[in-house]
């Protein structure tokens, strides 16, 4: 098994991303700068952040080397507090607080500033949680408030002050006096910044580099709240802000927090949100950096020394080594078995062996299947791993672990079709006629043909590859390894542990989108031409299961129907799949109208209208003449 946790570990090759990213924090000429380390949840991102933060300290635990502090965040920590921005000021500036080397040299820099974060909070949080409760507290002698709010104060007389603040109006009275002082908060951040730099300068250091990584574990508010507390810093000298995030969902953060009415209904909706999303992602990052995905040879690579890293344990640092000196001259061709073998001893040869065809055929359909993603292909190999004990266990006979993998593969990237075979083996003693037809097809590209006996699911570019690929299925029996799947046919693993949070995000947005016009823009602009077929089939896949669970739950209707109604292909097969698995009579009728409405821009939906039961209400409505 293998864990899933971010390393400075260097197995994909990322220290030269790493390198390039520590080459522009280090060019004096670029400060302050902010840099955003982009790329798919599971890319990476977590390990070149570690490994700059490795480089930077050469491993000194207080943070500090050559002048250069830096200081390591993960952005999710700040999600249970109320106020994120603030909690992420709060923790820097503790940082030079408690420093062993710097404190005693910030300390009356550091006073100012927590002071400075505590007003920025107040003024953030709601008024009847912090600001109301303080004022009244403020009678009795109990807090201190912003100088401004004091000044106010002074001019009423207590009873009448009392009486506005323990009425239903308090909230509206000091959020007129707030309102009326809006220069105050200017001045704060404008003093928060001179105070940060002139820490800075006290401290003696040359160069400060905040990491903050996982913001895309956060939720929409709490994202933002940080990227908000990055930009009080952004004209600040010496400093270097570097971010890991998945930029699909800082969009969908940005967008949830200013999308407004007017955008909303504006003539053109999608062309301003994007400008509004970009504007501000291009004031923010000045240097945006998008982590390629993994090619065949690079997964292969990964591959084997994941599982050099689990066979040999503590002599895995000689590969290691000696991955990165094959680096230094050759940086395109896999790093295999064949490089190494003079760092193996006979025992680890034994074991590696049969992993060495498992490699070279797993890598190019896990690199179509699985995107190149490293998260994905860990938590491939591990489930990979227990499918296998499992197997062992069990005493199962004639077990082709390769062509395990292969299925799993299938079962991730196309879940549909690999639910489909199963049907179909189910019902001929495990040895589908289907397979044989398909793979004879694949191999001739005979794509029209298996469209014509199948579906236009089987003839895309990553399904073919599959079916061309090594092991073939013609002839065996899979019924075993179905059996050792059996518990996730209903759940697959791309509905459990590989689902991206961009994907679940989306699919939460969908289904409860607000008002249909959102749900038409949403359609338009995140998912028809904009996923990529794993993420759609996942998406679908998703819905499925909702609409099979509450049939009745007009809102997952209506998601299929926008999509049908914009001619997703896909969308409309799902819901055929799923018409037929769900009771009839639970279907809301007044989503005839929006059937019919939608088959005025796609005929094809009309195909559904004869699948309904003829005594369901749906039925009846559609017929109504």
């Avoid at 420093?99 to 008024?127: A, P, Q, Y």
């Avoid at 912090?130 to 004022?135: M, N």
């Avoid at 459990?496 to 602009?525: E, F, M, V």
């Amino acid at each position: 098994m293998w864990a899933d946790n971010e390393t400075s570990e260097d197995l994909l090759g990322f220290k030269v991303h790493a390198d390039l990213l520590v080459d522009v924090i280090r060019d004096d000429k670029v400060l302050p700068v902010t840099i955003g380390v982009f790329g798919d949840w599971g890319s990476g991102k977590s390990s070149i952040l570690q490994i700059v933060k490795e480089e930077l300290t050469g491993g000194n635990k207080d943070g500090l080397k050559d002048g250069t502090l830096v200081l390591y965040f993960n952005g999710w920590v700040f999600e249970g507090y109320d106020d994120a921005k603030a909690a992420l000021l709060e923790s820097i500036i503790e940082k030079f607080d408690k420093h062993e080397t710097i404190g005693n040299k910030v300390k009356d820099k550091t006073v100012k500033l927590f002071k400075s974060v505590k007003w920025m909070r107040l003024l953030g949080l709601s008024f009847k949680k912090v600001i109301i409760p303080g004022a009244a507290a403020y009678l009795t002698g109990g807090l201190s408030l912003l100088p401004f709010l004091v000044n106010e104060f002074s001019q009423f007389k207590t009873e009448d002050l009392v009486e506005k603040l323990k009425g239903d109006g308090a909230e509206d009275f000091l959020k007129d006096i707030i309102k009326k002082n809006e220069d105050e908060e200017v001045t704060i951040v404008r003093e928060f910044r001179d105070d940060f730099k002139e820490m800075i300068d006290k401290s003696e250091i040359k160069k400060l580099v905040v990491i903050i990584d996982d913001l895309d574990r956060c939720t929409p508010d709490r994202l933002i709240e940080n990227l908000e507390a990055i930009k009080l810093f952004l004209n600040v000298e010496k400093t270097a802000f570097v971010i890991g995030a998945d930029p699909r969902i800082v969009r969908h953060a940005i967008e949830h927090r200013y999308k407004t009415d007017s955008i909303e209904n504006a003539d053109d909706p999608d062309s301003r949100n994007k400008r509004i999303v970009s504007d501000y992602l291009e004031k923010l990052i000045q240097v945006p950096y998008y982590l390629p995905k993994l090619t065949d040879n690079e997964v292969e690579t990964y591959l084997t020394l994941l599982f050099c890293k689990r066979e040999m344990e503590g002599d895995f640092q000689k590969v290691i080594d000696a991955f990165i000196e094959n680096r230094k001259s050759n940086r395109y061709d896999v790093f295999g078995l064949g490089d190494i073998q003079n760092i193996l001893n006979d025992e680890q040869k034994k074991k590696l062996a049969e992993s060495v065809s498992l490699i070279a055929s797993l890598s190019p359909i896990i690199t179509e299947g699985l995107k190149g993603n490293p998260r994905q292909i860990k938590r491939f190999l591990n489930t990979f791993t227990l499918r296998n004990r499992l197997a062992e266990v069990a005493k199962l006979s004639d077990f082709k672990i390769d062509i395990l993998a292969k299925l799993m593969v299938l079962e991730y990237a196309e879940t549909s079709l690999f639910k489909e075979i199963y049907n179909w083996q189910s019902t001929q003693k495990g040895e589908p006629k289907e397979i044989i037809i398909l793979e004879k097809l694949a191999s001739e590209e005979n794509t029209e043909e298996i469209k014509k006996q199948f579906s236009p699911a089987w003839t895309s570019e990553k399904v073919l590859k599959w079916l061309n690929a090594e092991p073939k299925l013609t002839t065996e029996d899979l019924r075993d390894y179905y059996w050792i799947s059996r518990d996730q046919l209903s759940t697959t693993i791309s509905g459990a542990s590989l689902i991206s949070p961009h994907i679940r995000s989306l699919t939460k947005k969908l289904i409860d989108p607000g008002s249909g016009s959102i749900l038409t823009n949403t359609i338009r602009q995140e998912v028809i031409g904009k996923l990529n077929d794993t993420d759609m089939e996942t998406l679908l896949s998703l819905l499925e299961k909702e609409l099979i669970k509450s049939p009745e739950n007009d809102n997952i209707h209506k998601v299929f129907i926008e999509m049908m109604a914009q001619n997703s292909t896909e969308a409309l097969d799902a819901f055929k799949r799923v018409i037929k698995k769900i009771d009839h009579n639970k279907i809301p009728w007044n989503l005839a109208n929006e059937l019919k409405l939608a088959a005025n821009s796609n005929e094809n939906i009309k195909s559904l209208y004869s699948l309904f039961d003829k005594n369901s209400s749906i039925n009846k409505a559609l017929n109504r003449k």
